[in-house]
C-alpha cells in the first residue's frame, strides 16, 4: 500500500470512528437520557397557557425539541402534524418544544404558517438538561403510556420509522 493510500485509509477510519454515533444514535435510548420523562410545565408558543407534562400522563408522547431557524426541523413538521392527527384519538400526542431565542409570538407566527396541529411549548436549558442535554435538534424523545422514555432520535426522522415504533404502544 502506498504511502497516499494509507493516508486515505486513515482518514475514513477516524472520520468513521466519528460519524459513528450519528448512525447508532437514532432509535436508541443513549447514555444520559432519563429512564423517566422529565416532569416540566412550559410555557405555550401558541396562547397564554402553560403546558404542563402531567396533563398528558397515560399518553403516549413524542416529545420533539426544535427551532424555527433549523432545516431539518421544517422538514419534520409535516410528518409530526401526520402523526398527530392520525393518532391522536388514539391516545398519542406530539409535543413540540421550541428552542427558539426569538418571541414566543414569532414561534407562534411559525407554527400558525406551517400548520402545526400539537402543543408547541416554548422551551428552556433546564427542561433541555431533564432530558439528558439536547445534543442537536431535532431530537425527540418517545414516551410509552407508563412515562418512559422508550426511544430516541438524533436529527431528522422518518415518519416511517415513526410510525413503526409507535404503533406497537399503540396496542
Not at 15 to 36: I, K, M, N, R, Y
Not at 95 to 110: H, L
Not at 125 to 133: E, I, L, N, P
Request: with cysteine.
Amino acid at each position: 500500500m502506498d504511502k497516499r493510500s494509507s493516508s486515505l485509509w486513515k482518514i475514513l477510519l477516524v472520520a468513521s470512528f466519528f460519524s459513528l454515533p450519528l448512525f447508532t444514535a437514532a432509535g436508541a435510548v443513549h447514555a444520559g437520557v432519563p429512564e423517566q420523562m422529565p416532569q416540566f410545565a412550559l410555557p405555550s408558543a401558541i396562547d397564554d397557557t402553560v403546558i404542563d407534562s402531567s396533563q398528558h400522563k397515560g399518553k403516549i408522547l413524542l416529545i420533539n425539541f426544535w427551532a424555527t431557524w433549523c432545516g431539518p426541523c421544517r422538514e419534520e413538521i409535516p410528518s409530526l402534524v401526520s402523526l398527530q392527527s392520525e393518532h391522536g384519538a388514539k391516545g398519542f400526542s406530539v409535543i413540540g418544544i421550541a428552542m427558539d431565542e426569538s418571541s414566543r409570538k414569532a414561534v407562534d407566527k411559525f407554527a400558525k404558517k406551517t400548520g402545526i396541529t400539537y402543543p408547541v411549548a416554548m422551551g428552556n436549558t433546564k427542561t433541555a438538561r431533564a432530558f439528558g442535554g439536547i445534543a442537536g435538534i431535532p431530537q425527540s424523545f418517545l414516551v410509552n403510556r407508563d412515562g418512559i422514555v422508550v426511544k430516541s432520535y438524533m436529527g431528522l426522522v422518518e415518519k416511517d420509522q415513526l410510525e413503526q415504533d409507535i404503533a406497537p404502544l399503540l396496542k
